[in-house]
Nanobody, 115 residues
Framework: QVHLVESGGGLAQAGGSLRLSCAAS????????KGWYRQAPGKQRELVAS???????DYADSVKGRFTISRDNAKVTVYLQMNRLKPEDTGVYYC?????????WGQGTQVTVSS
């Protein structure tokens, strides 16, 4: 069983920064993709950023140049550094992992950006 636990959400002013962390535990195949999704009120969940086990990254157009996804050397924890935050970045941010076993989600962490 794979468990993902997010931390680091909260309230920020527009133009500010937050850093999200996601710690993974359990049996995880080395070939995997980790990512961050977000869901704003009344909207569908969308991909924000992803990183493969080979460290290839992908970003939503709306966050390119502002957000950075990374992982630690042990590839257990994945981070999302969010800079120059905008009110439209508000939502619940979910950590996601996909490997040969399937898809796993964290419980979500709220990010609120005030204007």
């Amino acid at each position: 069983q794979v468990h993902l636990v997010e931390s680091g959400g909260g309230l920020a002013q527009a133009g500010g920064s937050l850093r999200l962390s996601c710690a993974a535990s359990g049996t995880i195949f080395s070939n995997n993709v980790k990512g961050w999704y977000r869901q704003a009120p009344g909207k569908q969940r969308e991909l924000v950023a992803s990183i493969t086990s080979g460290d290839s990254t992908d970003y939503a157009d709306s966050v390119k140049g502002r957000f950075t996804i990374s992982r630690d050397n042990a590839k257990v924890t994945v981070y999302l550094q969010m800079n120059r935050l905008k009110p439209e970045d508000t939502g619940v941010y979910y950590c996601h992992l996909r490997d040969y076993q399937g898809d796993y989600w964290g419980q979500g962490t709220q990010v609120t950006v005030s204007s």
